[in-house]
């Protein structure tokens, strides 16, 4: 079992920063990739960024250049540094783990909202 609690979320003028964090507890240990998906009202949960424990990434090409997913050292926290935001990003962004590469888990969830 894996529980997920994210941090970070707010309200943010366009071409603001935000940080979102996601903290891992249970069995973290297994984890190898972490990630954040959003999901904006009317429309389906997308990915925006994974990273492996490793330090490999993936992201969507609407944050590239914008966004950083990054581990911390204990491999069992993920940031989102997300930086240059648009009205477009405003969604609730949910934290994403992979335990053993077959179980996955979700954190609540918390709300970006970017204004113009």
């Known amino acids: 079992q894996v529980q997920l609690v994210e941090s970070g979320g707010g309200l943010v003028q366009a071409g603001g920063s935000l940080r979102l964090s996601c903290v891992a507890s249970?069995?973290?240990?297994?984890?190898?990739?972490m990630g954040w998906y959003r999901q904006a009202p009317g429309k389906q949960r997308e990915l925006v960024a994974i990273?492996?424990?490793?330090?490999?990434?993936n992201y969507a090409d609407s944050v590239k250049g914008r966004f950083t997913a990054s581990r911390g050292n204990a491999k069992n926290t993920v940031y989102l540094q997300m930086n240059s935001l648009k009205p477009e990003d405003t969604a609730v962004y949910y934290c994403?783990?992979?335990?053993?590469?077959?179980?996955?888990?979700w954190g609540q969830g918390t709300q970006v909202t970017v204004s113009s």
């Open positions: 994403n783990a992979l335990l053993f590469e077959q179980y996955e888990y």
């Open positions: 249970g069995t973290f240990l297994g984890i190898n990739t």
């Open positions: 990273i492996t424990r490793g330090g490999n990434t």
